[in-house]
């Protein structure tokens, strides 16, 4: 878990994260990060790419612009990147997480001053999420 500015953009964030996964250890055994399950605020060009040289494959559906941006370019725009629907809809999960994390009042309000004090909040509301 990472901790930034409120201003700071959710895109430039993803990519320190599977670095982070890859020096865990469960069980004895090393975590591999095989697919990023993503919404369209990941789509830039950037992400793609540093997916692709890390070998991890992605499941974000494109924008409509960029879409409209490829089809523009005819032959020469590329071919669309392969998206699964049923892996998406999986996303859900995630997204009805952070829906209950934000019930925790004092967490959707950030009463806590401090990152480390906010930090704690999120990480017991999980434990607290995690046993119910």
Same mark, same amino acid.
């Given at each position: ?18 670095? +982070? ?18 919404? !369209? ?7 793609? !790419? ?7 494959? $992605?499941?974000?559906? +494109?924008? *409509? ?7 523009? !370019?005819?032959? *020469? ?43 704690? +909040?999120?990480?017991? $509301? ?7």
């Amino acid at each position: 878990m990472f901790l930034t500015p409120g201003q700071t953009g959710d895109n430039p964030q993803l990519l320190p994260l599977p670095d +982070e996964l890859r020096d865990l250890e469960l069980d004895g055994q090393r975590v591999r990060v095989g697919r990023v399950p993503a919404d !369209k605020a990941y789509t830039h060009p950037s992400t793609w !790419k540093a997916l692709r040289e890390r070998r991890i494959k $992605a499941t974000i559906p +494109e924008r *409509a612009d960029q879409i409209a941006h490829r089809k523009a !370019k005819g032959s *020469a725009g590329g071919r669309p990147p392969a998206f699964d629907h049923g892996l998406c809809k999986l996303r859900n999960v995630v997204e009805r997480r952070f829906n209950r994390l934000k019930q925790f009042r004092g967490l959707a309000t950030r009463f806590a001053k401090r990152a480390a004090y906010h930090r704690a +909040e999120i990480i017991l $509301a999980c434990i607290v999420l995690h046993l119910r």
